[in-house]
């Protein structure tokens, strides 16, 4: 069958409306090194209304411009150089939505190929789109800076979070012992994943270090919330610790860390997309989650609502409001 020459796509004219303009576009064509995809479904993350709305300076893309950062779907053409998919396979990646890459916000999407990988068998492209930017997000922390492993008391800060819940899922699949902050009504989400949960509207730093480490600190935190959690990670980790953050954008003292000879790693997913280096890793580490998933070790936590491509507005509010419980995924198709 003989691919349209338009496809259906939102585009963004201006980020002061921050309105979407429902359009016909040219359709992409696949470059060297290049895929063709065919997009079933596309990932909400924070970082969508962010730069919808002007207000992500670093990797806001030149307008008009097609956003929408994660997606899954299927490889309908394949450019020179790419041996690794072929027409008809379902992949899934955070692939676009910044600057010089299209998003995921449209019928076809044309991506770097280093940046995909097979979607996991047991999961739809629905489901699938829901994990890359978080999956990537917790293992860059966790795996590629903290080193996590079996032994390793491990706190994640926000743990029924897009990136939080994921981290919790990865630190429990590498044997670390896990706890999660959490408010109440979400303690349910990380005690699913096998974490212990710490309601931290009723337990301070001291008191949730003294009842879960004996006063000695958690080995490894990940932060997903910033601010204060950010500060109370420093006076909750243990000597020699490791925090990494995916949310380190204000202003902090490190003193109470540096005290305890903290490792501190700032965590920013989206700068192989835009840098062009080391793209191949994401492509790796979709891998790796694709496996953990087929092999019962992690599982996506989505939102129960369904939004379709002309509801994109609605689906970015849900987000930005926090009214979403699990992942936003925007159907395509």
């Given at each position: 069958?003989?691919?349209?020459?338009?496809?259906?796509?939102?585009?963004?004219?201006d980020?002061?409306?921050?309105?979407?303009?429902?359009?016909?576009?040219?359709?992409?064509?696949?470059?060297?090194?290049?895929?063709?995809?065919?997009?079933?479904?596309?990932?909400?993350?924070?970082?969508?209304?962010?730069?919808?709305?002007?207000?992500?300076?670093?990797?806001?893309p030149?307008?008009?411009?097609?956003?929408g950062?994660?997606?899954?779907?299927?490889?309908?053409?394949?450019g020179?150089?790419?041996?690794?998919?072929?027409?008809?396979?379902?992949?899934?990646?955070?692939?676009?939505?910044?600057?010089?890459?299209?998003?995921s916000?449209?019928?076809?999407?044309?991506v770097?190929?280093?940046?995909?990988?097979?979607k996991?068998?047991?999961l739809?492209?629905?489901?699938?789109?829901?994990?890359?930017?978080?999956?990537?997000?917790?293992w860059?922390?966790?795996?590629?800076?903290?080193?996590?492993g079996?032994?390793?008391?491990?706190?994640?800060?926000?743990?029924?979070?897009?990136?939080?819940?994921?981290?919790?899922?990865?630190?429990?699949?590498?044997?670390?012992?896990?706890?999660?902050?959490?408010?109440?009504?979400?303690?349910?989400?990380?005690?699913?994943?096998?974490?212990?949960?710490?309601?931290?509207r009723?337990?301070?730093?001291?008191?949730?270090?003294?009842?879960h480490t004996?006063?000695?600190?958690?080995?490894?935190?990940?932060?997903?919330v910033?601010?204060?959690?950010?500060?109370?990670?420093?006076?909750?980790?243990?000597?020699?610790?490791?925090i990494?953050?995916?949310?380190?954008?204000?202003?902090h003292g490190?003193?109470?860390?540096?005290?305890?000879?903290?490792?501190?790693?700032?965590?920013?997913?989206?700068?192989p997309?835009?840098?062009?280096?080391?793209?191949a890793?994401?492509?790796?580490?979709?891998?790796?989650?694709?496996?953990?998933?087929?092999q019962?070790?992690?599982?996506?936590?989505?939102?129960?609502?369904?939004?379709?491509?002309?509801?994109?507005?609605?689906?970015?509010?849900?987000?930005?409001?926090g009214?979403a419980?699990?992942?936003?995924?925007?159907?395509?198709?």
């Amino acid at each position: 069958m003989s691919l349209p020459t338009t496809m259906r796509a939102l585009v963004l004219h201006d980020y002061a409306s921050g309105r979407f303009s429902e359009s016909q576009v040219p359709l992409p064509q696949a470059g060297p090194g290049e895929v063709l995809v065919r997009v079933v479904a596309s990932g909400v993350n924070p970082i969508d209304y962010k730069i919808r709305t002007g207000n992500a300076p670093y990797a806001m893309p030149e307008l008009p411009a097609i956003i929408g950062t994660d997606l899954a779907g299927v490889v309908e053409a394949v450019g020179a150089g790419v041996s690794q998919f072929v027409v008809g396979d379902e992949v899934y990646g955070l692939t676009g939505g910044v600057r010089g890459l299209q998003g995921s916000l449209a019928e076809y999407a044309a991506v770097d190929a280093r940046l995909l990988a097979h979607k996991p068998s047991t999961l739809s492209l629905r489901e699938a789109a829901a994990m890359p930017l978080v999956f990537l997000t917790a293992w860059e922390g966790l795996v590629d800076r903290a080193k996590v492993g079996a032994g390793h008391k491990v706190l994640v800060h926000g743990g029924a979070g897009g990136v939080g819940h994921a981290a919790v899922q990865i630190a429990r699949s590498l044997g670390a012992e896990v706890f999660a902050t959490v408010s109440a009504g979400k303690k349910h989400i990380v005690e699913g994943y096998g974490a212990t949960a710490i309601d931290y509207r009723t337990q301070g730093v001291a008191d949730y270090v003294t009842a879960h480490t004996a006063g000695a600190g958690f080995d490894v935190i990940y932060d997903t919330v910033g601010g204060a959690s950010l500060d109370d990670s420093f006076a909750a980790i243990a000597h020699y610790g490791h925090i990494a953050s995916c949310a380190a954008f204000g202003q902090h003292g490190l003193a109470v860390g540096s005290l305890r000879c903290m490792t501190l790693s700032g965590v920013f997913v989206l700068l192989p997309m835009l840098s062009g280096n080391g793209r191949a890793h994401h492509g790796d580490i979709l891998k790796a989650a694709a496996q953990m998933v087929e092999q019962g070790h992690f599982r996506p936590l989505l939102d129960a609502r369904r939004y379709t491509l002309t509801e994109a507005h609605a689906a970015h509010d849900a987000v930005e409001q926090g009214t979403a419980v699990g992942k936003v995924v925007i159907d395509i198709a």
